[in-house]
C-alpha cells in the first residue's frame, strides 16, 4: 500500500479535472468514469517511470486523449450516422437548450475533432499544446478546427454566433467585403 501513495496523491489531486475531460470528450457520465477508470489504471501499472516525469498530469491528459480515440475508433465501426438531425423545440436563447445542442453537435463531429476543440477552446489550450497532446502537427490541429468549426455551424447554426471566428484566407476574404 505504502508504495501507491503517491499515485493515490495524484489520483486525488487530478480526478475532478481528469473525470470533467473524460466527460466532454465521451458526453456520457458512465463512459466518461470508464474512461477515467481506464486511465487511472493504466497509469497505476506505470507509476514508477510516470512519477518521475516532469508533469505526470500531461502524460494522464494524452493517455486519456489516446484511449477515448482508440475506443471511437473500434466504436465508430458499428455506429451509422444520420444526416437528419431531429427537430428542436426551444427558443434559440436558452442557454441550457444550446448547451444540450453545442453537446449533441459535439457528439456528431469526428473523435479527433471533438477532442481539438474541447482542447483548443474549453481546456483553453495553445495549438503546441494540443499538438503535443495529440501526437500530431500544429496544422494537423490547425485543419481539425477548421473542419470541426464548419461542421459544427452546420450542424448546429443557432451556435454560429458563439463559435470562434474562422481561421485563414476565408475570413481575409469576409472581412474585404
Excluded at 118 to 127: G, H, Q, T
Aim: charged share 30%; with cysteine.
Amino acid at each position: 500500500m505504502e508504495r501507491n501513495a503517491g499515485f493515490r496523491a495524484f489520483a486525488d489531486e487530478h480526478q475532478r479535472p481528469l473525470l470533467r475531460l473524460a466527460y466532454l470528450l465521451t458526453g456520457d457520465v458512465h463512459l466518461a468514469e470508464d474512461l477515467l477508470q481506464s486511465v487511472l489504471v493504466r497509469m497505476l501499472g506505470r507509476w514508477p517511470k510516470v512519477r518521475r516525469m516532469d508533469r505526470p498530469e500531461a502524460y494522464a491528459r494524452r493517455t486519456m486523449v489516446n484511449q477515448y480515440l482508440s475506443w471511437r475508433r473500434r466504436r465508430g465501426a458499428r455506429e451509422m450516422p444520420s444526416e437528419d438531425l431531429p427537430e428542436r423545440s426551444h427558443a434559440p436563447e436558452d442557454s441550457t437548450v444550446l448547451r444540450l445542442v453545442l453537446h449533441q453537435a459535439l457528439s456528431r463531429l469526428t473523435p479527433k475533432q471533438r477532442a481539438v476543440l474541447i482542447l483548443r477552446f474549453y481546456e483553453d489550450r495553445a495549438e503546441r499544446d494540443v499538438a503535443e497532446l495529440l501526437g500530431c502537427s500544429i496544422g494537423t490541429v490547425k485543419s481539425q478546427t477548421h473542419h470541426a468549426l464548419a461542421r459544427l455551424r452546420v450542424l448546429a447554426p443557432e451556435l454560429a454566433p458563439r463559435l470562434p471566428a474562422p481561421e485563414g484566407p476565408a475570413r481575409t476574404e469576409e472581412a474585404r467585403r
